[in-house]
């Protein structure tokens, strides 16, 4: 396959092939951070989708030099996700912490029990905690990089990072 | 952190749904294609070019009917198209004030005159028919007093219709006699009932403010 940053300028010139290899690239990690945050299959493909589909239009004023693409791509994500919890809580449909608490019993039993404790857990922390954990430590993006999605100036983000973790670890040993 | 690398092995095994697997990609190119060809289309590029020339042709024409003078074949046009904005926004008072302009600024003519004047007391009458609140009422007394002083300074400067004026100048006041003598009456009427012993809640009569 070619070099992304390749692709990427040949999606920038308006090759719509170059943005569909961009697009088999990131469609599973773009998928997976949006199903892991809304606990919803339909929504989080449409989500997915949109994704996409604004991170073409808004290609041509993407800078290469200025960040890496995957931290563009989940940017977008993100902020389509915020945009729909809004929605979602004007119309009182399930969030994030209902969900966890919500499901079926059989699963909660099945499921391994120091994956529901870390699970809770996250669930308790604020939008911007839990997407530094996602990011970071599952989606194995550089600190930088999640400095670019959430919108945190990057020489806080170390500092953040660290407490983020000892908040989870007091979360976990509390309950 | 162990509990964490857990919940990671739980979050990597999320899988893609069949669709976006097969049909994800396809679905997009098609929505970029077919934004691609509606940008594209002669038929959008008609509308919007139509939109704009239709935008353009209504903000001349409602300038040049603005412009219209009395005498002129688009002036009542122009008369109907103030009517329907009065209509819309509930201020007739605007109407009474743009007919006494027309009425001042056609003076050397005495045919074109003749209608200015008509319309503005068609203008007056109508405004007195909508002026039912006490605060409309009161808006309407302050637009007949403006123009009232307006057609007295005009016929100080015009001679030729000078009778004309002062039969406008007395409409005007009679109109706005009628407003105050409603007012008036209505608060001797109140101050009658409040003599009557129809007093307030400490039984002292109630004190009409004016």
Known sequence: MEDLSNLITRAQNGDKDAFGQIYSIFYQRIFRFCKFNTKQNATAQDICQETFFKAWKSLPSFSQKGGSFQAYLFKIARNLIIDMSRKKKEERLPDYFDVVSDEHVEEKVERDEKTAKVQQALAQLNEIDRQIVILHYFEDMTQIEVARVIGVKEGNIRVKTHRVLKKLKEIIGEE | ?210
């Open chain 2, 1 to 210: 952190m162990k509990e964490l690398e857990y919940l990671k092995k739980e979050y990597l095994k999320i899988q893609t749904p069949q669709y976006l697997n097969q049909e994800g990609w396809h679905e997009i190119s098609q929505k970029l294609e077919s934004q691609k060809r509606l940008a594209n289309s002669p038929l959008f590029a008609r509308g919007l070019t139509f939109a704009a020339v239709a935008v353009l042709f209504l903000g001349m024409v409602f300038t040049t009917l603005q412009a219209a003078k009395p005498g002129s074949l688009l002036y009542p046009v122009k008369i109907f198209s103030d009517d329907i904005t009065a209509l819309i926004s509930g201020n007739y008072e605007g109407n009474i004030e743009k007919r006494a302009q027309d009425v001042i600024n056609v003076q050397n003519s005495r045919e074109d005159f003749d209608q200015a004047a008509e319309e503005y007391l068609k203008a007056l009458e109508k405004s007195k028919q909508n002026a039912q609140k006490p605060e409309e009422k009161q808006q309407f007394k302050n637009t007949l007093e403006d123009q009232e002083q307006k057609l007295k300074n005009a016929q100080k400067e015009n001679q030729p219709q000078n009778e004309k004026l002062k039969e406008l100048i007395n409409k005007t006041i009679e109109a706005k006699g009628e407003i105050e003598g409603v007012k008036k009456k209505m608060q001797n009427s109140n101050n009658h009932e409040n003599e009557n012993g129809n007093n307030g809640e400490n039984g002292n009569p109630v004190r009409i403010r004016d």
